[in-house]
């Protein structure tokens, strides 16, 4: 499928399509290196001697770059040692220290060449995805998560930020990974609802992610099938997106695009009928004007108050007070309760930002 031809601007412009960041709250650094002594490791053959006095140097050093210069020379000195996994594991935890994202993807990459099994680690991989994506690397980004899938394809994290991204640089021209994005989605939405999370990941950050993106991937997925034309199956998985994030304006103002679809169609076919197939039609066009108007007033009182929103929120009043009209002999009246009654509370977080203000506006009901 070619989506870069069938993209609606008027659908990927409002499509809330967010970046985000993997937490890396689950892993941690080691206290300090295994030795005899510890407690949990008692039947743990101890390390020789040079091998953990090396081993602490590295983590006694005072910066990632010097721990990175000592790890090269124990995994030269040692490299088929039994405590090179804890080495890997407290250089993972260093190179996603540092704030800055190209120095946080150096330190990978560094670790990665000294230590070639770190690349297929659940310790690395799922956050240098992440730190591509968020330097804008799309490229080594969907290379290096292909690659982690093809040996862990459960990794939720990983999944859903391929999902968004093929999806969300799709909407800005680039088709370039739709392909391999597309099963992505549809494989995180199972995972999450079957509740398989990475082995790395708390059950509490787990709920968090998946309170945060399950809503946001069916409202993704719903898009696409609503610009590939299914219409029926679009307003199934906005639904569920709905159902599980009432209050996002976007997925309001995108099921009364999936009705308008269905709306423009039979309003085409009725200019073609009998003045008395007409009037039997009309009866199922003004059920979709009815919905339609309920979403975009949905879409308008969710989206108030919102910077982000205002271009988005201006188009759809107008929208809707075009078909609001239509449906009250030219009146306005009672439109404004209608939309206050779906105002959110004023203590309520606001929603993801459409990328732009839609660019088209429903066709004219008919007369």
Not at 4 to 19: E, H, Q
Not at 36 to 63: N, V, Y
Not at 182 to 203: F, S
Request: net charge neutral; with cysteine.
């Amino acid at each position: 499928m070619r989506f870069l031809s069938i993209f609606a601007p008027r659908l990927l412009a409002a499509c809330a399509l967010v970046a985000f960041t993997i937490s890396a709250g689950a892993v941690e650094a080691p206290a300090r290196w295994p030795s005899p002594q510890d407690k949990d490791k008692k039947e743990a053959k101890a390390p020789p001697k040079a091998e953990q006095e090396l081993a602490d140097q590295i983590d006694k050093a005072p910066d990632a770059a010097a721990k990175f210069v000592v790890a090269e020379q124990f995994v030269k000195k040692f490299p088929k040692s039994q405590i090179r996994p804890k080495v890997v594991e407290h250089l993972a935890v260093q190179a996603f220290s540092p704030p800055d994202v190209p120095q946080k993807i150096a330190l990978a990459e560094r670790l990665i060449s000294l230590f070639p099994e770190a690349g297929e680690s659940a310790l690395v991989a799922p956050f240098l995805v992440d730190a591509y994506i968020a330097a804008q690397r799309f490229d080594d980004a969907f290379r290096a998560g292909g690659a982690w899938l093809g040996k862990s394809p459960n990794d939720v994290r990983v999944l859903t930020v391929l999902s968004f991204h093929s999806v969300n640089l799709a909407q800005r021209g680039n088709s370039k990974f739709v392909a391999q994005g597309q099963p992505y989605g549809p494989k995180a939405i199972e995972l999450l609802e079957a509740g398989t999370k990475p082995a790395d990941m708390t059950a509490e950050l787990f709920k968090e992610f998946k309170d945060s993106w399950l809503p946001q991937l069916y409202q993704t997925q719903g898009l696409l099938s609503l610009v590939s034309g299914k219409t029926d199956e679009a307003f199934a998985k906005l639904q569920k997106a709905v159902g599980l994030n009432p209050s996002d304006p976007i997925t309001h103002y995108l099921l009364g695009t999936a009705r308008n679809e269905e709306y423009t169609k039979l309003a085409t076919q009725i200019k073609t009928m009998s003045a008395a197939a007409q009037k039997t039609e009309m009866t199922k066009v003004n059920a979709l004007l009815d919905e339609i108007i309920d979403h975009y007033a949905h879409t308008v009182a969710l989206a108030e108050g919102v910077k982000e929103h205002e271009q988005l929120r201006a188009q759809v009043l107008q929208d809707m007070t075009s078909y609001y009209k239509f449906r009250h002999n030219g009146s306005t009246d009672g439109m404004q309760q209608l939309i206050d009654k779906y105002k959110k509370p004023a203590a309520a977080p606001a929603t993801p930002a459409p990328a732009a203000t839609p660019a088209a506006t429903p066709a004219a009901p008919p007369r």
